[in-house]
């Protein structure tokens, strides 16, 4: 779900901002920042920007009916009250 590509970027990112004097555990804390990130991602309920974008689509096209029913509604209503005032 989530792109290796961005965890290992910010895994970099992490592991710059080490002070020069502690570089000789960058690379082993570059790899605990990468497992913590994966671990602490994975344990989110994320969803993909692919399903994101879908159900996007069919939450407009369920407003769309929504906001067509909610039309038909109130032109039957105006109908029931036309007839009931003749």
């Not at 792109?3 to 502690?22: E, F, Q, T, V």
């Not at 159900?55 to 029913?69: F, G, I, M, N, P």
């Amino acid at each position: 779900m989530f792109d290796p590509k961005a965890i290992d970027d910010i895994a970099n990112r992490l592991a710059g901002a080490i002070p020069p004097g502690l570089h000789n555990l960058k690379e082993d804390m570059e790899k605990t920042f990468r497992a913590v990130l994966q671990s602490a991602l994975g344990k989110l309920d994320l969803v993909s920007r692919e399903e994101f974008e879908v159900q996007k689509l069919v939450l407009a096209k369920t407003r769309s009916k929504l906001e067509d029913l909610e039309k038909r509604v109130a032109e039957m209503e105006q109908s029931v009250l036309n007839k009931s005032e003749m």
